[in-house]
């Protein structure tokens, strides 16, 4: 899993899931903007949430 914050000054959380090492890709990609929780779908951190308290406030 892959949690990724850029997003060229835009303000979102982007998870990457289901990693697919034969195909050298995410099987499950979801982006969600700031303000909002950004929930982790699966494995050992399933169900943690990324949320304004790490992220700030929407922005733009």
């Known amino acids: 899993m892959i949690i990724d914050d850029y997003d060229g000054g ?5 998870v ?3 990693p ?3 195909r050298g890709a995410y099987a499950r990609s979801e982006r969600t ?4 929780d950004a929930v982790i779908p699966e ?3 399933k169900g943690f949430a990324i949320g ?5 406030e929407r922005r733009g």
């Open 10 to 14: 835009g303000g979102a959380v982007t």
């Open 16 to 18: 990457l899931s289901g």
């Open 20 to 22: 697919d090492p034969e």
């Open 33 to 36: 903007p700031y303000g909002e």
């Open 43 to 45: 494995g050992p951190a």
């Open 52 to 56: 304004v308290g790490i992220t700030g």
